[in-house]
């Protein structure tokens, strides 16, 4: 009979995930990921290989819940924007999170010699930036936006703008702010759409 596990595998790619979200993946070592998951050394590699790989993991599982609330709140408001300004707020005031872009923080933070961590995040960028033209042709075809609107180039906008906005919030500054730099930046998308 195998030896059982110990620890719940999802659980502890989420609070890897939250660790790694908050320090970033240079500023995360194997003694932190010890005491965070209260695993022994062994266990961590054991269960995932390396730091890299759990990392890896921990990057799956933001892009999935980042992907999927994006989603839900697009196709459960009334319209796309009112969605992407649901989704806009719960990130830049959701207090257990932190505010910037664990992707992005990825881009900036790995070592230019790990090519492929930076890779990766890149590719859920881009994946991102497909799934935001994707809800913006759904809106083209709802007439929410102008049809001769490029939702390509819309699309990288949006990103730029919540990239930019999580990466200002992250500072700290007042609520209100940030409240109006993202009244700002939707206004600016607006006329973008047309």
Known sequence: MGRQQRYDRTE???KAMNLF???GFSGTS???????LDMRPGSIYANFGSKEHLYRE???LYAAKS?????????NTDSFMSGLHHFIRQLLFTPANPCACMLAKTLADINPDNDALKRKAGDMIANFEDILVVELERARESGEIGGNCD???LARFIQVQIIGLRSYAEMQKP???INQLLNDALAAIKTKAG
């Not at 194997?30 to 965070?36: A, F, I, P, T």
């Not at 992907?67 to 196709?75: C, D, I, P, Q, Y």
């Open 12 to 14: 502890t790619v989420e």
């Open 21 to 23: 979200w908050r320090s």
């Open 30 to 36: 194997m003694r932190d990921l010890e005491d965070y």
């Open 58 to 60: 921990t990057m799956d």
């Open 67 to 75: 992907f999927k609330s994006f989603k839900a709140l697009v196709r």
């Open 151 to 153: 939702v390509r180039a």
């Open 175 to 177: 609520k209100a702010v």
